[in-house]
């Protein structure tokens, strides 16, 4: 228990919304902007070094990188979308008593 007697996991739960909100800008046109601007750099820095082997390796480091957390943020966003839609359709089921509950 943190000192404001919140139970750690909602403290944490806290902080992995925030960082999802934040997140969820990633796929506004404002960063696909931001991360087309990232690339040309990216290609104009490689191509004033020659594209040695260092620039490969950081290349490579950073795309692994950046697709291995985008796959836990859309796999994140698939499941609250699902399981936001689960819950209303208990919902409309619960209120509608003529539905089959099987």
């Not at 909602?10 to 990232?38: N, Q």
Request: glycine letters at 10%; hydrophobic letters at 50%; a negative charge.
């Amino acid at each position: 228990m943190s000192d404001d007697n919140v139970p750690v996991h909602d403290e944490v739960r806290g902080h992995l919304a925030r960082l999802a909100g934040f997140l969820a800008g990633t796929g506004s046109g404002l960063a696909a902007i931001a991360g087309a601007l990232a690339v040309a750099g990216w290609l104009a820095v490689g191509a004033t070094n020659g594209f040695d082997a260092h620039w490969h390796v950081i290349l490579h480091s950073v795309s692994a990188a950046v697709a291995l957390v985008m796959v836990f943020v859309i796999q994140y966003g698939t499941h609250r979308q699902s399981r936001a839609i689960l819950l209303k359709l208990d919902e409309l089921i619960r209120t509608d008593e003529s539905a089959a509950t099987r």
